[in-house]
């Protein structure tokens, strides 16, 4: 998937520099930090630098993209847009109608997070819940087009917004020239399309890797069948990839200017949401973590690389944050579930937390459990929520347990 015949496609390098001209307000859009990250190097065995368009003023990229379109379509006499969106595209058309003057309709799916719903609505866009998944939301946003004089901004099937998040591409190429590679993740593909080319004409020798959820996973199978493939449902964390398509248009650019697509797995998404924050100090959300997850995962090697992840997002709502938190310290085996046979009498429990806490370990919570079909009359179950430091405190919890005569069962995983 290397480009060949770029003139062909319907966004152009010089689309991407008008795009730059008209984005030079920087209360609309900022120039957005790189940071090296040394923990991250030693994990891949390369340089890696973030690129950290989770802290633009709206949380993400989405406004490079609508105020480039917005803005032409004002000067054109245009004074009213609807969208659709699952949170980040929204706020991006709410501020740039806002600073636009011109009023906005953001429909976004009922289980939208509620973080992105209010900040949609501060940037001065009507928002209104419809629909249970992102293409049941579009549907209907569209239909209300069709019956007023409202245009339509699309989250990625448009060349101005394409061309607008390409404006993205030229600062990463700025923050380091000789990248040997980026990656950058693919919902609807706007993002991905807009940065590989302007990549692609800037360091053509640069390795655009692009990044799915597996639960949200289309660009494979598109590219397969020569044509945009879409789910009827998907299922992942990551809600700013997941659009369940991607465009004629997105499919036409990834197939020239993208050189690989990755996937990667809700734990491993979760699981370097985790290490951002704790080795980066960043707070991203699932879409702005998927590049990270990429580079840790067995299906892309940087190895010797000086490598671009995106972190393209930030607006992580904090149910998903501690949703997130415990899958991934669950998988760390830093929250472990006990469950112990017992003889049910007095001072048993007392006796088993005495154990763990003589190991260090902290108990969330206990719970009994008599009515199960393979205790015995007298017998129940204490089930512990433990903290542990990792694998090796928790094996040293379960050892000492059984070395003071308690049957103990590692359930974490089954629940």
């Not at 406004?63 to 054109?76: E, F, L, P, S, W």
């Not at 997130?324 to 998988?331: S, Y």
């Not at 179950?381 to 379960?398: D, K, M, N, Q």
Request: with cysteine; proline share 2%; glycine share 8%.
């Amino acid at each position: 998937m290397t480009s060949t015949e770029s003139d062909e496609l319907p966004v152009q390098y010089a689309d991407i520099e008008r795009a730059r001209e008209r984005l030079d307000d920087d209360s609309v859009v900022k120039e957005t930090p790189i940071e090296r990250s040394s923990s991250l190097d030693e994990f891949v065995g390369g340089e890696v630098y973030l690129k950290m368009e989770h802290l633009q003023w709206t949380g993400s990229f989405k406004t490079r993209g609508a105020y480039n379109k917005i803005r032409q379509d004002v000067d054109r006499g245009v004074d009213e847009f609807v969208a659709a969106s699952a949170g980040n595209h929204a706020q991006g058309v709410a501020l740039a109608a806002t600073k636009c003057g011109a009023d906005s309709t953001i429909y976004m799916p009922e289980n939208a997070p509620q973080t992105k719903v209010d900040a949609t609505r501060e940037y001065g866009a009507t928002v209104e819940l419809v629909g249970k998944d992102f293409q049941e939301t579009m549907t209907h946003a569209k239909s209300t087009v069709e019956e007023s004089d409202a245009e339509f901004v699309h989250a990625y099937d448009d060349t101005d917004i394409i061309a607008g998040q390409g404006t993205l591409g030229i600062e990463m190429y700025h923050d380091r020239s000789h990248a040997d590679t980026v990656v950058i993740p693919i919902g609807g593909g706007g993002l991905i399309s807009g940065i590989s080319t302007a990549i692609k004409h800037l360091s053509p020798e640069t390795r655009v890797v692009g990044v799915q959820a597996t639960g949200a996973e289309t660009v494979h199978e598109s590219l397969d069948k020569g044509m945009p493939v879409t789910l009827d449902e998907v299922n992942t964390i990551a809600d700013g990839i997941a659009t369940g398509g991607i465009s004629r248009t997105t499919l036409r650019i990834i197939q020239q200017n993208v050189d690989e697509v990755v996937t990667v797995t809700d734990t491993e998404i979760a699981r370097a949401i985790l290490l951002l924050l704790e080795r980066a100090k960043q707070v991203v959300e699932g879409a702005g973590a998927a590049a990270v997850a990429a580079i840790l995962s067995d299906e892309l090697d940087v190895t010797d690389e000086t490598v671009m992840p995106l972190l393209c997002g930030g607006n992580l709502d904090m149910t998903r944050l501690q949703t997130v938190l415990v899958h991934a310290l669950t998988e760390r085996q830093q929250l472990l579930r006990l469950r112990v046979r017992i003889d049910d009498r007095p001072g048993k429990m007392e006796a088993i937390s005495g154990v763990i806490a003589e190991k260090g370990a902290n108990i969330r919570d206990v719970r009994h459990d008599r009515s199960v079909d393979d205790l015995e009359i007298g017998e129940a179950y204490l089930v512990f929520r433990v903290e542990a430091s990792g694998a090796g405190h928790a094996a040293s919890i379960i050892d000492a347990l059984e070395a003071a005569d308690y049957s103990v069962e590692n359930i974490t995983k089954t629940i």
